[in-house]
């Protein structure tokens, strides 16, 4: 079976200096992949060029995703092929509330007119795993959410888009010990009802307990130096990342 997601021999760049040097990668469909690495390694920057952020120029390599380059694709065609990236540092939407924002994303996405029997059901089963009350949705997209919130609105919008490949940028950041169990709850309910693939770059190793994976990268200075099964997380959480930043 061919991979969801190849990266090959990836270099990126941000403002002319290089960031990425040479990242080789393989995502199965329905595949959990985990990616660490010490402050500024470069992970943001994988999941950005994944997105197709423009201040990311891949000067070689390619990224082939569901058998097509979507290296010169820009974002909305990205997220139509099913890429979700969830922001380290989720962005403030005046004006447009959570929930038509979820109903447009959704439209833009699948380019069909919106269920709303469907809408309304997924996104009430959804904000229930998420412990979120409903009156989020007529708020503002993120606009005075608290941290904690906002990332729990990025695993809702996980949920209601349903890719087929989500990159999770430290999801788990500033959640306190109920919230990493409630949004860790979220990913398992993606990881189980859809055959969504998940690139999940953390710090922290509580929101993997209790989630299935498969695999685990690390990232130092630009290079996957190495990769391993799900173990590799408890040995870098235990030894951290010296024995890999020494040359
Ligand atoms: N827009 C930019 N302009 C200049 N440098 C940038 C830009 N974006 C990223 N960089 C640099 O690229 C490097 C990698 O940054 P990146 O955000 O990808 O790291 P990271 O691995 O996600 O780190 P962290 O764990 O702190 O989130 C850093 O040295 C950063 O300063
Ligand atoms: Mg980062």
Not at 9 to 34: Q, R
Not at 130 to 137: A, G, K, R, V
């Amino acid at each position: 079976m061919s991979e969801l997601l190849q990266v090959k021999d990836l270099h990126v760049s941000v403002e002319d200096a290089p960031i990425l040097k040479g990242i080789d990668l393989s995502v199965g469909a329905g595949e959990t992949h985990v990616l660490m690495g010490p402050n500024g390694a470069g992970k943001s920057t994988l999941g950005f060029t994944f997105m197709g952020n423009p201040s990311y120029v891949v000067t070689a390599g390619d990224i082939i995703f569901d058998g097509e380059s979507v290296k010169d694709m820009p974002v909305d065609a990205r997220a139509r092929k099913g890429m979700f990236l969830s922001f380290q540092s989720p962005f403030e939407v005046p004006g447009i509330s959570l929930e038509s924002f979820l109903r447009n994303a959704i439209r833009q996405n699948t380019g069909k007119p919106l269920k709303i029997r469907q809408f309304r059901a997924d996104l009430k089963e959804a904000m229930e795993i998420l412990h979120m009350d409903p009156s989020y949705l007529e708020r503002d997209l993120n606009v005075g959410f608290s941290g904690g919130e906002k990332k729990k609105a990025e695993i809702l919008q996980m949920l209601m888009l349903r890719p087929k490949f989500a990159i999770l940028d430290e999801t788990d950041s500033g959640l306190d010990v109920d919230a990493v169990r409630t949004v860790s709850e979220g990913v398992r309910a993606y990881q189980k009802n859809r055959d969504g693939a998940l690139l999940i770059i953390t710090h922290s190793t509580r929101i993997l307990d209790s989630l299935k994976v498969d695999k685990t990268h690390i990232l130092v200075k630009g290079k996957l130096v190495a990769t391993g099964d799900g173990s590799l997380v408890d040995e870098v959480n235990e030894n951290g990342f010296a024995k890999y930043v020494e040359d």
